[in-house]
């Protein structure tokens, strides 16, 4: 059974910096599609960035473009979430997910039904 396992969570202030690693076990990582979610207390899980199989295509939700940028190393079966000038309202459970399924090795995989494997999450706070 395939694993990921997050870490990199944790308090952080307004304005500072997080990076988030999953590390994926027991599968190939490289045939993954990759994506982080995150769910705020009260509130739907929703995609924050996601990855291709190659690398060469991502995407962001609005709220994080330009602070979040999702990235992978194949060599270290490792997908990262670098958070910069994070916000009060980036605050929730951080989670990984790989998407064995996508059509090509460009598609980026966007809804959380498309994902075969998830991480237990990391919890991210940032204070006011």
């Known amino acids: 059974q395939v694993q990921l396992v997050e870490s990199g969570g944790g308090l952080v202030q307004a304005g500072g910096s997080l990076r988030l690693s999953c590390a994926v076990s027991r599968g190939t990582f490289s045939a993954y599609s990759l994506g982080w979610f995150r769910q705020a207390p009260g509130k739907e899980r929703d995609v924050v960035a996601a990855i291709s199989r190659s690398g060469a295509n991502t995407y962001y939700d609005g709220s994080v473009k330009g602070r979040f940028t999702i990235s992978r190393d194949n060599a270290k079966s490792t997908v990262y979430l670098q958070m910069n000038s994070l916000k009060p309202e980036d605050t929730a459970a951080y989670y990984c997910?790989?998407?064995?399924?996508?059509?090509?090795?460009?598609?980026?995989?966007?809804?959380?039904?498309?994902?075969?494997?998830w991480g237990r999450g990391t919890q991210v706070t940032v204070s006011s």
């Open positions: 997910a790989a998407a064995a399924g996508a059509r090509t090795d460009d598609f980026v995989v966007t809804l959380d039904v498309g994902y075969d494997y």
